[in-house]
T-cell receptor, first 114, second 115 residues
Framework: ELKVEQNPLFLSMQEGKNYTIYCNYS?????LYWYRQDPGKSLESLFV?????AVKQEGRLMASLDTKARLSTLHITAAVHDLSATYFC??????????????FGEGTQLTVNP | KAGVTQTPRYLIKTRGQQVTLSCSPI?????VSWYQQTPGQGLQFLFE???????NKGNFPGRFSGRQFSNSRSEMNVSTLELGDSALYLC??????????????FGEGSWLTVV
């Protein structure tokens, strides 16, 4: 059974600081996703990582993937209040009939304080 | 370009009733999947449909069912509702061609409360 673990689950940080969220998964994966969720809202796609060594950046967020270590990181640079949200990583494995299913981590609740 | 549309957005049902939720994927997307989100269990996969065929199913009881129509719109049904079915139900769509990495887009969700 595929398991996805994120840490930390709760992160409170000061504006302007840097931090990293970690996402470990238990078996080989076909691709890895990062999503953001604001309270009471749906999931907003941030990144899709397809291969070992993949790195993607958007604004103050950068995601990377190490398939050998089964680890993805989401790095936050110079945090601002608007980044406060819950961040999920999700691993996609193609099913027996080539369908897909996302297995999500527990989510990291990020609060950026002024 | 319109996003993933889910209806209804909010609904309250009584235990034992059934409910049908609807999802219209992004135009041109043929894969639709459903997820349940609760505070206790997090985000859990329900099922995925592609070209009207269920390709994957999560570990939910048979009370949870779905279908996809020829225009890619999808519905999910929950029969004999239980209090524990109260959740945010999210629909996701993707172009989804096997072997191709595609972004999976989520709708705003349907908030179901069972009383």
């Amino acid at each position: 059974e595929l398991k996805v673990e994120q840490n930390p689950l709760f992160l409170s940080m000061q504006e302007g600081k840097n931090y990293t969220i970690y996402c470990n998964y238990s078996t080989t994966s076909d691709r890895l996703y990062w999503y953001r969720q604001d309270p009471g809202k749906s999931l907003e796609s941030l990144f899709v990582l397809l291969s070992n060594g993949a790195v993607k950046q958007e604004g103050r967020l950068m995601a990377s993937l190490d398939t050998k270590a089964r680890l993805s990181t989401l790095h936050i640079t110079a945090a601002v209040h608007d980044l406060s949200a819950t961040y999920f990583c999700a691993v996609d494995r193609l099913g027996e009939t080539s369908g897909s299913r996302l297995t999500f981590g527990e989510g990291t609740q990020l609060t950026v304080n002024p | 370009k319109a996003g993933v549309t889910q209806t209804p957005r909010y609904l309250i049902k009584t235990r034992g009733q059934q409910v049908t939720l609807s999802c219209s994927p992004i135009s041109g997307h043929r894969s639709v999947s459903w997820y349940q989100q609760t505070p206790g269990q997090g985000l859990q996969f329900l099922f995925e449909y592609f070209s009207e065929t269920q390709r994957n199913k999560g570990n939910f009881p048979g009370r949870f069912s779905g279908r996809q129509f020829s225009n890619s719109r999808s519905e999910m049904n929950v029969s004999t509702l239980e209090l524990g079915d109260s959740a945010l139900y999210l629909c996701a769509s993707s172009p989804r061609t096997v072997g191709v990495g595609n972004t999976i887009y989520f709708g705003e969700g349907s908030w179901l409360t069972v009383v």
